[in-house]
């Protein structure tokens, strides 16, 4: 009796340890399943001027970018990878922007985040200013449904990353990268972009903390 007990305890205490590793196994799956990786979100390819990144739909009508570095005077080196992206605004009011589909729409009433870096070209043959990048989501292919995200004037050369966080309104299908200025101050300007990280649903932290609303920004 006392070795079947053993034998029992020592049955019980290796159940025990192998429930244990496998419910480590699947909480460190967990946030892989939930993150969405982007089709090419370091916008990589041959350098050429007006061409679309793989992966990427050109949304606006004129949106010609350019894969950098190598054009228009734009030399700098990537944040990540060999390549970067390049969008531009007219002073014509004209503007480019490009548009991908998520893998899994994103739920409503759910706070989801990502991470991009940004920079601004000194030169950019003509189009020198600086300009913002405005993230939008929709249902359907370059939808502006939701205004996810306005970025602050992007005027530094060197990158910087910025965190885009939003809380979705309705089930979002695919996301939109919009080179902006606004439309009473027409300009010529650029917005360099690299480096989109995962998006991935917000830590628990995130959505408690205050955050500012896109939909109160001032839309030009």
Known sequence: MVAAGRAGGCFISLLMRSSWLILMFWGAQL?????????????????????????WLACQPGTTPDILPGFWGVYQDPSEGNTYLGLITREDGSWESIGQRLSQPAVTGKCYSFSIDLAHARTYSGY????????????????????????????????RTYAVIFTAKQPIAYITLEAYSPRSMPRRGNLLLDNMRPLRPCPRASILAPTHSADARNRG
């Open 31 to 55: 946030p892989l399943h939930a993150q969405q990786y982007w089709q090419n979100g370091s916008f990589e390819g041959q350098p050429q001027d007006a061409t679309i990144p793989v992966g």
């Open 128 to 159: 020198n200013q600086p300009i913002r990048l405005r993230v939008w989501g929709g249902d359907a292919r370059c939808s502006q449904r939701q205004l996810l995200y306005e970025s602050p004037e992007i005027n530094h050369s060197a990158w």
